[in-house]
């Protein structure tokens, strides 16, 4: 079998970025075939939204702030929490099931012959764009909140807020990485992924509401407080610069650390399957 | 008094209405309101009567519709006109009366239980079709007897292997001993000695009970041990219905010599009996009659560099084929 | 609603033949049932692990709920609706149990049914496999409510639970919790067997979890919910399939609303056993003619 390349110096990295692009065009692609799919999937993250917004009007009914959040605030925490749920479902996810299969049956054999690093291959095979609806009503309900909030928006929040969801994504990918890495070691992975669906829906509040020990597990253990709450707070002028340190520092450990489990898991991989 | 036949089928006719699907976004829209589909007959003025304690094979190539007419007989589809008679009931009215009597085994389905032992799985089947203690283990331990099961009726169904479970499948599905049993492929994907097995099972099961079979198979030698008469159809009508006598002569007279030469293609075989086609990689196969096997092999052998001969029986398909072609075409 | 096959045979007419009959029925259902709840049982005792990881993925979204509603009574001065966070912590801990007594065979799982063949194995069964599925199902809680206590126990530690019930409360929570398994298996049955006329269903299916979700009492205590809301949800089954059973046991409940939601339960659970006859009925005919 052949041994995935010897990576951050691979003198092939340049051709995996290419690979990516392609393999992420004629996913697309295909799925381009499938319009009306689009339209089944736009109705039910319509219909996922209703009940959100109805949630929080519920909520509002009888307070007007929670935890110092106000009720356009918190439509910013709702809109940007599904957009990263759209762009798990549509681009991390997909090729992270396939991934989980493929240990789990034993044909990661493909991937692992290519010219190219495995990780990036792997990590772009399959994408799901049209679950990428509710990123794009997450969108729509992240503006309706900036306009109806009286917090002012200057362009600085608004980079900062584009770099904070870049890492957001960064963080999740990886950790979705490690989570189909344990598939390495265990048998049946498909009840961490309803853990992890499970435990996403605390992102749809602040962490700040949490109890402490809930709210250093959904910062650290599952990083959806740097993925959620902190760009929310970027746009809801509530960000300190440490924050913005700090998530930075976090995603560049998780993809240093998911990409040494993937290596592991590869090696016990290729020691069980030879 | 004329016994009244086991399996009694009239005009039966089943037709499936395809989608037909356009390309692009405004087709597939518009086929949600306005669906276009085309009639695509799978059985068409099917005839044929099976009497009690017959074995009949039911032969015809890939889509002829053996699997149709046999999900009718079950009950799983109901026909698009005609009628049919199991047992003196009608098959698609599913009455509870008729499935405790009756049997359907597909070679690639499975409705063991994955994680549990086959007993256990055993135990299920009689709160399903409630037979009485002593007879369902009478018959459990019968079946365990026959089809060499001792070994692995304690071992979870996902522990065995292709053919284990599908002696497990066939000793379950046989538990509330049916009258009436009809086998789609029952022996595919299995090694020889389990096909063996499985039919010298049926054989015994037919003999011992008198239960009706109807059986399809891709291997002749199930339908040559199994069956006296074989009904062949294609296109969804009977072409042949007979003793498997008259089919065996048109299967005996010409055999395939498969012969595999040390040059790639290069070579042309076509002087060698009746005809010959290449198969590619240098593999040939020659048609020949049974009485020129001897002679074309010598030749072969002498005049050619053979790396591999070996002479085969024709497939199935085509002695179905000949079967029907002898019908409408002058000889 | 649904009821036994019928023997095979001649049906005597008389009366203790026809009881003998009846009682030879409910026996081998009986029979029947504790067969494929001692599958299930084993079946998912092999998967304990993932039991538990599911579990706990299920866990998050009370707590979820459970935590922004005890931050707004705070925020109000202790209390909201009526509610504490002690009270609140009882609702949604109690709510646990019920989300998983409500577990049962999911409408998106028929889909896979019909592709794979095994909706042709159980028609070749004589009894219906709606049995099938509610004895499994029923086997599954056994294990389901092993791995719970402890889960329970953390969260009383973690959330203060206010809770003080009746004997009477319990016996009707008992009762109200099975109530509330046949109503969401006959109803959830209902809507998966839409499968078998269109495949493009996971929005119907998403509109109906999302109905239940606002109208059940699921997301909040239906009291706290604005009036059109409760008003809806006394004409629709969903109540009594979340607010009522968890109400039973934490109250405020006076006896006539516990005899009343019992009575509701009951309604709802032969409306579904009719619902689910004639879909099965329909939906079979269908499925048999355009293929098995």
Redesign the interface.
């Known amino acids: 079998m052949t041994r995935p390349s010897p990576g951050w110096r691979d003198p092939d990295r340049a051709g995996s970025l290419r690979l990516a692009a392609l393999f992420f065009r004629v996913g697309a692609q295909n799925e381009l ?1 499938y ?2 799919n689009f339209v ?1 999937q736009l ?2 993250s319509i ?2 939204v ?2 959100g917004l ?2 929080l009007a ?2 509002f ?3 007007n ?3 110092g959040w106000s009720r356009p605030q918190l439509l910013v925490v709702m809109g940007i929490f599904l957009m990263m749920n759209g762009i798990t479902q549509a681009f991390i996810q997909p090729s992270m099931n396939l991934l989980i299969a493929d240990i789990q049956k034993g044909t990661l054999d493909f991937p692992l012959t290519k010219p190219v690093d495995a990780q990036v291959l792997v990590s772009v095979r399959s994408v799901d764009i049209w679950q990428a609806a509710d990123s794009l009503i997450g969108l729509i309900i992240v503006i309706v909140g900036l306009v109806q909030q009286d917090v002012a928006v200057h362009l600085v929040d608004i980079v900062s807020f584009v770099l904070l969801m870049l890492m957001g994504t960064v963080t999740i990918y990886c950790f979705w990485l490690m989570l189909a890495s344990t598939a390495f070691w265990l048998i ?1 992975t ?3 992924q ?9 992102g ?2 602040p962490v700040g ?3 402490g ?2 709210r250093y597990g959904i910062t650290f253990v599952v990083p959806l407080a740097f993925a959620i709450t902190v760009p929310a707070e970027a746009l809801t002028g509530r960000l300190e610069h440490l924050a913005l340190v700090g998530a930075a520092g976090l995603t560049l450990a998780l993809l240093v650390i998911s990409r040494l489990l993937w290596r592991k898991g590869l090696q016990r991989y290729g020691g069980a399957s030879s | 008094m004329i016994e009244r036949p086991a399996v009694r089928v009239q005009s039966l006719r089943k037709a499936f209405d395809v989608p037909v699907r356009q390309p692009g976004l405004k087709a597939s829209i518009g086929a949600l309101f306005k669906r276009e589909t085309r009639e695509v007959v799978a059985v068409d003025e099917l005839n044929f009567e099976v009497g009690a304690g017959e074995v009949v094979g039911f032969l015809g190539p890939n889509g002829a519709g053996k699997t149709t007419s046999l999900k009718m007989l079950a009950g799983l589809l109901h026909p698009t006109s005609g009628t049919a008679e199991v047992l003196g009931f009608t098959p698609w009215q599913r009455q509870p009366a008729y499935l405790r009597k009756m049997a359907l085994i597909m070679g690639n389905r499975n409705q063991l239980q994955w994680d549990l032992p086959v007993l256990d799985s055993f135990e299920l089947v009689r709160s399903i079709y409630r037979l009485p203690r002593q007879q369902f283990t009478d018959t459990r331990d019968e079946m365990i007897a026959l089809l060499e099961l001792g070994a692995l009726v304690d071992k979870p169904v996902r522990n065995l292997s292709l053919g284990e479970r599908m002696k497990a499948e066939i000793a379950g599905a046989l538990l509330h001993l049916p009258a009436v049993l009809f086998l789609d492929e029952p022996t595919i994907g299995l090694d020889i000695t389990m096909q063996k097995r499985i039919r010298t099972f049926v054989a015994e099961y037919n003999r011992k009970q008198g239960a009706t079979v109807l059986l399809t198979s891709h291997y002749m030698a199930d339908v040559q041990a199994l069956c006296k008469r074989v009904i062949v159809i294609d296109h969804g009508t009977v072409l042949f219905d007979g003793g498997l006598q008259r089919l065996a002569d048109e299967f005996g007279s010409t055999k395939t010599i498969v012969a595999r030469l040390d040059v790639a293609d290069g070579e042309k075989l076509d002087t060698y009996g009746r005809s010959a086609t290449n198969r590619g990689d240098g593999t040939w196969s020659i048609q020949v009659t049974r009485s020129e096997v001897a002679e074309v092999t010598g030749r072969l052998l002498a005049e050619q560099a053979v790396v591999d001969l070996t002479i085969e029986d024709p497939p199935i398909e085509d002695v179905i084929e000949r079967v029907f072609s002898r019908g409408s075409t002058p000889a | 609603m649904i009821t036994a096959e019928p023997a095979s045979g001649p049906i005597a007419e008389t009366e203790p033949g026809r009881f003998r009959e009846f009682r030879t029925n409910a026996l081998w259902l009986w029979r029947y049932y504790t067969q494929f709840m001692r599958l299930a049982i084993i079946t998912q005792f092999q998967y304990r692990a993932a039991n538990y990881f599911y579990m706990i993925g299920m866990i998050a979204e009370p707590v979820v709920y459970l935590v922004v509603w005890s931050t707004i009574a705070r925020t109000n001065g202790g209390s909201v609706g009526g509610f504490t966070p002690g009270t609140f912590a009882a609702y949604y801990i109690v709510w646990t149990l019920v989300r998983n007594i409500n577990i049962v065979f999911t409408p998106f799982g028929w889909e896979q049914r019909i592709k794979d063949g095994e909706l042709s194995g159980l028609l070749l069964q004589p009894i219906h496999p709606i049995h099938r599925d509610l004895a499994f199902f029923a086997g599954w809680k056994v294990i389901v409510i092993i791995l719970w206590l402890p889960i329970a126990a953390a969260l009383t530690l973690i959330f203060h639970p206010s809770l003080s019930p009746t004997v009477w409360q319990c016996v009707v929570f008992f009762l109200a919790l099975w109530g509330a398994y046949l109503i969401r298996s006959m109803f959830l049955w209902a809507l998966g067997l839409i499968s078998l006329w269109t495949t493009r269903v996971s929005a119907i299916f998403q509109a109906y979890f999302m109905a239940e979700l606002l109208l059940s009492g699921r997301l909040v205590p239906l009291t706290l919910m604005p009036k059109w809301a409760r008003s809806l949800a006394g004409v629709l089954p969903f109540q009594s399939t979340f607010g009522f059973p968890i109400t039973a046991l934490t109250g405020p409940i006076t006896d006539a609303q516990l005899w009343h939601g019992l009575l509701t339960q009951l309604w709802w659970i032969v409306v579904g056993g009719l619902i689910v006859k004639l879909m099965w009925r329909r939906g079979i005919r269908r499925f048999a003619s355009v293929g098995g």
Do not use: C, S
């Open positions: 075939q319009r009306l089944v109705l039910q219909l996922g209703a009940a109805v949630g519920v909520v009914a009888h307070t702030n929670l935890g049946k498909d009840e961490m309803e853990l992890f669906q499970g435990l996403y829906r605390t749809q509040y509401i949490y109890p020990w809930l």
